[in-house]
């Protein structure tokens, strides 16, 4: 399979703990970009990254969330300090060209 | 319509009809619109893109259609089967990076 794999797939923690979830692109895809999702809602821009820079960051994405894409190819995703409201769907999307992302299977998160 | 809460607009068609999903865009500069198909516990797949200086888009099965005038986009998929039942959501851009992504649609295809 080449498309993009997010890890882990579902994700339950207690309010205030950390977590860390990794998405691989495909790996000719120089783009690279993270959403959230919840029930009922159309995926929101969360930030994108070319390479390994971080070009763009929404304004959900508080300074508890950091991401990272150290050699431009897998990128990971941190929550510090998770609140009960960060609960959502975590997608994972690349693309090689402007606007047509190919997104994950997502990572789920609840936080308890 | 308007979805509330967690109650997508909903559309029941029979198996074989010709499904029609409606999305309004507000940005009249956008000039990039894609349509996603959203399965249960899975990501979004993409299912067809239109640029703006076009107004229709055939693939396999399914036509888009952009009505700039009116700021309007829709989907019309063919000869309905139970594997297109999902929730589809429109999505468009303008010179960034980013798909802003509307309210989804669900589609329930009837046997």
């Known amino acids: 399979d080449t498309g993009v794999s997010q890890d882990p797939r579902h994700k339950i923690t207690k309010r205030g703990q950390n977590v860390t979830f990794r998405c691989d692109p495909i790996?000719?895809?120089?783009?690279l970009y993270w959403y959230r999702q919840t029930l009922g809602q159309g995926p929101e821009f969360l930030t994108y990254?070319?390479?390994?820079?971080?070009?763009?960051k929404s304004r959900l994405l508080s300074d508890r969330f950091s991401a990272e894409r150290p050699k431009g190819s897998f990128s990971t995703l941190e929550i510090q300090r998770t609140e009960q409201g960060d609960s959502a769907m975590y997608l994972c999307?690349?693309?090689?060209?402007?606007?047509?992302?190919?997104f994950g299977s997502g990572t789920q998160l609840s936080v308890l | 319509g308007e979805s509330v809460g967690l109650h997508l607009p909903t559309l029941s068609v029979q198996e074989g009809d010709n499904s029609i999903i409606n999305c309004a865009y507000s940005?009249?500069?956008?000039?990039?619109f894609i349509w996603y198909k959203q399965e249960s516990g899975k990501g979004p797949q993409f299912i067809i893109d239109?640029?703006?200086?076009?107004d229709k888009r055939q693939g396999q099965r399914v036509t888009v259609l952009l009505n700039k005038t009116v700021k309007h986009l829709s989907l019309q998929i063919a000869a309905t089967q139970p594997g297109d039942s999902a929730v589809y959501f429109c999505?468009?851009?303008?010179?960034?990076?980013?798909?802003?992504f509307g309210k989804g649609n669900q589609v329930v295809v009837i046997p």
């Open positions: 999307a690349s693309s090689s060209e402007q606007g047509k992302l190919f």
């Open positions: 790996s000719e895809h120089n783009r």
């Open positions: 990254f070319q390479n390994e820079a971080q070009l763009e």
């Open positions: 940005n009249s500069a956008s000039d990039y």
């Open positions: 239109i640029r703006s200086n076009m």
């Open positions: 999505a468009d851009t303008y010179g960034n990076n980013r798909l802003a």
